[in-house]
Nanobody, 111 residues
Framework: QVQLVESGGGLVQPGGSLRLSCVASGIIFGIHDMYWYRQAPGKERELVARITSGGSTNYADSVKGRFTISRDNRQNTVYLQMNSLNVEDTAVYYC?????WGQGTQVTVSS
């Protein structure tokens, strides 16, 4: 059974940084593309970033240049480094892979 467990969310001031982590189990991690999504209150879930099994990355326009997705195949972990956060980044952030969602981690950007 695939499990994805996110961590690293929290409250941060505008302009601050956070690093999210997602640890995967029950999956051959290295062969899967990994995704970060987010869902803000009253909005649909949206794709934030993707990293392929080969390490290629894609980002939503709204986070390009501020967020960086990376992976450590030895640790079965995908990361999302988020810099220059603004209030519009407030959302629950979800890890996704192999038709499975994590439980999400809340990111709140507020002064």
């Amino acid at each position: 059974q695939v499990q994805l467990v996110e961590s690293g969310g929290g409250l941060v001031q505008p302009g601050g940084s956070l690093r999210l982590s997602c640890v995967a189990s029950g999956i051959i991690f290295g062969i899967h593309d990994m995704y970060w999504y987010r869902q803000a209150p009253g909005k649909e879930r949206e794709l934030v970033a993707r990293i392929t099994s080969g390490g290629s990355t894609n980002y939503a326009d709204s986070v390009k240049g501020r967020f960086t997705i990376s992976r450590d195949n030895r640790q079965n972990t995908v990361y999302l480094q988020m810099n220059s956060l603004n209030v519009e980044d407030t959302a629950v952030y979800y890890c996704y892979a192999d038709y499975t969602w994590g439980q999400g981690t809340q990111v709140t950007v507020s002064s």
